[in-house]
Each structure stands twice: as C-alpha cells, then as structure tokens.
C-alpha cells in the first residue's frame, strides 16, 4: 500500500503542482472513509491509526467525529470543489466547525 500510494502521490503532485502532505492527507481521509463502511466503527476507527503508521509516507494521524451516534470523518483534506462554484462538501475543513457540525447533523441524523 505504501508504494501504491507514495507512487499516486508523488505523481499526482509532479502532474498538478499540489503539495504531496495535502495529497497524504486526502489519502488518510479516504482510508478513515472506507474503514467506516464495515459492520463494525467502532473497531475500524481503532484500526485507523496503526494502518496509516504502518503505510508510513508521514501521512496525518485519521482523526473521527461523532455525529449522534454516527461515527464520520474529521477531515483534513480539502477538495476545494467550492472554488470552481459548487458548494462546499458537507464534511468540508474550510467551514467552521459549528458550520461543518450543522450540516453532519442534517446530514447524519
């Protein structure tokens, strides 16, 4: 995984100029996301953090919230689609945080 992932990375910025810590971050982001998706939250947000260790690559430590009892992102990363004119994602970084907590809330339940 961590060659697959230090290859995309560095590409990705040799190709669009983004610093490869943002990049390293939409990965761990991505991790957290998907781990969320099995039966069992809890035991992936334990998980989390010593497999983002174990890839290595100084990739930030996942960091979750919970939203009621729905466990979610906290994200690191931006996409920054809201630059181009869409709003921003509901779990954005770049919103405050009473902001971001709203919108998880209407979101999540």
């Known amino acids: 995984m961590a060659g697959a992932l230090g290859t995309a990375i560095a590409t990705i910025s040799a190709v669009t100029g983004a610093r490869e810590r943002a990049l390293g971050a939409i990965a761990t982001d991505s991790i957290g996301n998907r781990l969320l998706w099995t039966p069992d939250p809890e ?12 890839i290595g690559l100084d990739l930030p430590k996942p960091r979750f919230v919970h939203v009621g009892r729905t466990p979610a992102v906290r994200r690191a990363s931006c996409c920054l689609i809201y630059e181009v ?12 945080p009473a902001e971001r907590e709203a919108r998880l809330r209407a979101a999540l339940g």
């Open 43 to 54: 035991r992936a947000m334990a998980l989390a953090e010593p497999l983002v260790a174990a």
């Open 85 to 96: 004119g869409n709003p921003k994602c509901v779990s954005c970084p770049r919103q405050t």
